[in-house]
């Protein structure tokens, strides 16, 4: 069975230092990887997604994240964070199972960007 | 054009209730998702719908749960008897083409609340 780890529930980062939010993964099969922001009181949307090809992929707001394969990770990065980031980020993957790719999304990681 | 929307947005039900949740997605997006999200949770897969094909139910948690969807319209999500542990928000969400590799747009959700 698939699986994701978002190991840490809560992520503390000053305004214009750069940030991570953690992701590992475990899949049978090659996995496809999704980053999701869901802001206050807002749905989710898509940020950024790893596929196949260059493992630095860049999305939205001025994130990125590198696939790992050897580690099995897929960190959410940003150069440098504003107090707007503050939200909270899921990591998803999806990778053929039983016939089927749906998805599965970590517990979510809450960053919150102090000024 | 629109996004994915959702009715209601909040829900209040005596136990024991029927409740049905209504998702309309993004006009031509053949792929149709729903989730469930418990408080301090991650997104928990319930069903798919691809085009005309059969929906994957894998995810559904007991037989109290169904949901319908008409050709690539509106889907219905229906919880019979409702229980105090199915306060969660559902989400859904649609992709434009039927593959695990496509984003999903979701819905802002409707909260679930059972008293």
């Known amino acids: 069975a698939q699986s994701v780890a978002q190991p840490e529930d809560q992520v503390n980062v000053a305004e214009g230092n750069p940030l991570t939010v953690k992701c590992t993964y475990s899949v049978s099969g090659n996995p496809y990887l999704f980053w999701y922001v869901q802001y206050p009181n807002r749905g989710l949307q898509f940020l950024l997604k790893y596929i196949t090809g260059d493992n630095l992929v860049k999305g939205s707001y001025g994130f990125e994240a590198e696939f790992n394969k050897s580690q099995t990770s897929f960190h959410l990065k940003k150069p440098s964070a504003l107090v707007s980031d503050s939200a909270l980020y899921f990591c998803?993957?999806?990778?053929?199972?039983?016939?089927?790719?749906?998805?599965?999304f970590g517990r979510g990681t809450s960053l919150i960007v102090h000024p | 054009g629109a996004g994915v929307s959702q009715s209601p947005s909040n829900k209040v039900t005596e136990k024991g209730k029927d409740v049905e949740l209504r998702c309309d997605p993004i006009?031509?997006?053949?792929?149709l998702y729903w989730y469930r999200q418990r408080l301090g949770q991650g997104l928990e897969f319930l069903i798919y719908?691809?085009?005309?094909?059969?929906?994957?139910k894998s995810g559904l948690p007991s037989d109290r749960f169904s949901a319908e969807r008409t050709g690539e319209s509106v889907s219905t999500l229906t919880i019979q008897r409702t229980q105090q542990e199915d306060s969660a928000v559902y989400l859904c969400?649609?992709?434009?083409?039927?593959?695990?590799?496509?984003?999903?747009?979701f819905g802002p959700g409707t909260r679930l609340t059972v008293l």
């Open positions: 006009s031509g997006h053949t792929a």
């Open positions: 969400a649609s992709s434009l083409i039927v593959g695990h590799t496509d984003t999903q747009y």
């Open positions: 719908f691809q085009g005309n094909s059969a929906p994957d």
């Open positions: 998803a993957v999806s990778a053929l199972t039983g016939g089927s790719y749906i998805p599965t």
